[in-house]
């Protein structure tokens, strides 16, 4: 079945630090991709997607490239401010499925020290 | 802008109690889903429904029920809550068509405590 893993856990970064979370999905076909992001007491909110190979993707500072060979699509960011603390999911939605599902990876928790 | 609003935000239930928690979309969305979220978890699918009147089982359904009375509400019921239920509930609602670039539109979430 289609799946999405990303880097687990806690990640602590100072400001201007150079971001990478690692994000890999098993699904058929050509999946859209995309990344949410969730800041405290709030829910999940679109950071930005993909649906082509090759495709970027971008949005306040973050972008992912949608590849299809390595079946990645990491995301990454220059220079993270203390206002990127957050939790960040990737997730992909299968249209070979039939109806509309999405699947999620298992969050990674971002903290950005000043 | 998209609008999904859960109630209530929070909640303390006790074990073998009753729990429903409602959620309400104005995106005019035909999909709606109930998500639950846990540490080392992330999010994941109870149940969902395409149309009103009609709901689906998810990944983890069980100890869960749902019910879609109109397009625009959503509800999760826990006939008997436990324990094991205790978590960050979010509602989301999406459109869908083939081929489109479909987004989720999640709700503030209800945090439920069952003790």
């Known amino acids: 079945g289609d799946s999405v893993t990303q880097t687990e856990g806690q990640v602590a970064l100072s400001e201007e630090d150079f971001l990478t979370i690692h994000c890999n999905y098993s699904?058929?076909?050509?999946?859209?991709l995309f990344w949410y992001v969730q800041y405290p007491g709030e829910g999940p909110q679109l950071l930005f997607r993909a649906s082509r190979d090759k495709e970027k993707g971008s949005s306040r500072g973050f972008e992912a490239t949608y590849d299809k060979g390595t079946t990645s699509f990491h995301l990454r960011k220059a220079s993270v401010q203390e206002s990127d603390s957050a939790v960040y999911y990737c997730a992909l939605s299968d249209p070979n499925t039939g109806y509309q599902n999405f699947y999620f990876g298992k969050g990674t928790s971002l903290t950005v020290i000043p | 802008e998209a609008a999904v609003t859960q109630s209530p935000r929070s909640k303390v239930a006790v074990t073998g109690g009753k729990v429903t928690l409602s959620c309400h979309q104005t995106n005019n969305h035909d999909y709606m889903y109930w998500y639950r979220q846990d540490t080392g978890h992330g999010l994941r699918l109870i149940h969902y429904?395409?149309?009103?009147?009609?709901?689906e089982k998810g990944d983890i359904p069980d100890g869960y029920k749902a019910s879609r009375p109109s397009q625009e509400n959503f509800s999760l019921i826990l006939e008997l809550a436990s324990l094991s239920q205790t978590a960050v509930y979010f509602c989301?609602?999406?459109?869908?068509?083939?081929?489109?670039?479909?987004?989720?539109?999640f709700g503030a979430g209800t945090r439920l405590s069952v003790l």
């Open positions: 429904s395409y149309v009103a009147d009609s709901t």
């Open positions: 989301a609602s999406s459109d869908w068509d083939w081929g489109s670039q479909n987004t989720l539109y």
């Open positions: 699904a058929s076909g050509y999946p859209t």
